[in-house]
């Protein structure tokens, strides 16, 4: 079963920052938080991960809070290429660890 | 660097049909997983090969779904016979540093079942 909660749906305006909330208020000390998203008729893609402090990468920031209960992802500058599903997924980095896909967040990129 | 390839793309066959779909992991990946997304969820693990091995195949319908990895490269997911209900996108990942590595996914090939 998934270990985190998300919002089925979000829109954001083209140009502005989408800021994608995920709960995972179960999460053990040794589970990374990682984000996939998956455009339509793709497979999923990568996107970025993190244990304890935020990261940032060229496509993404990655936003987790002090008791790591939840976490943002943050789109600076959307595009209508970023319309796309987004999955937040918490996952151990031993062998073994598999990733479990919930619903994810259906994210709206509107002109 | 190429990204996972996987054929075909689009698939349609008739109920109690046989069917194959190949794989071919990012060069250097020893880990090879199989997914199966349905219509309008998330993807599903069905196995996962570490080299030419099954790490976790707990959620292989074993009784008509079966896979192989026999030269640690590319892989084949078959299925014998196919009910309706395997319509699916059937998606190929590898990863490069066992399970623990980040994984890269293929574009999918979609299974449509008459």
């Known amino acids: 079963d998934a270990k985190t909660t998300q919002p089925p749906s979000m829109d954001c305006a083209e140009g502005r920052a989408a800021n994608l909330p995920c709960n995972h208020s179960?999460?053990?000390?040794?589970?990374?938080v990682y984000w996939y998203r998956q455009i339509h008729s793709q497979g999923p893609q990568y996107i970025i991960h993190?244990?304890?402090n935020n990261e940032t990468n060229e496509m993404a920031s990655l936003i987790i809070t002090e008791d790591r209960k939840s976490s943002t992802l943050i789109l600076p500058h959307a595009t209508l290429r970023d319309t796309a599903v987004y999955y937040c997924?918490?996952?151990?980095?031993?062998?073994?660890?598999?990733?479990?896909f919930g619903g994810g967040t259906r994210l709206m990129v509107k002109p | 660097e190429a990204g996972v390839a996987q054929s075909p793309r689009y698939k349609i066959i008739e109920k109690r049909q046989s069917v194959a779909f190949w794989c071919n992991p990012i060069?250097?990946?020893?880990?090879l997983y199989w997914y199966q997304q349905i219509l309008g969820q998330g993807p599903k693990l069905l196995i996962q090969?570490?080299?030419?091995?099954?790490?976790?195949d707990s959620q292989l319908p074993k009784d008509r779904f079966s896979a192989e990895r026999l030269k640690g490269v590319d892989s084949t997911l078959k299925i014998q016979p196919a009910k309706l209900e395997d319509s699916a996108v059937y998606l190929c990942?590898?990863?490069?540093?066992?399970?623990?590595?980040?994984?890269?996914f293929g574009p999918g090939t979609r299974l449509t079942v008459l």
């Open positions: 990942a590898s990863s490069y540093t066992g399970t623990g590595g980040t994984q890269y």
């Open positions: 179960t999460i053990s000390g040794n589970e990374y």
């Open positions: 993190g244990l304890k």
């Open positions: 997924i918490v996952r151990g980095n031993n062998a073994g660890n598999m990733l479990t």
């Open positions: 060069s250097g990946h020893a880990t």
């Open positions: 090969f570490q080299n030419n091995g099954v790490v976790d």
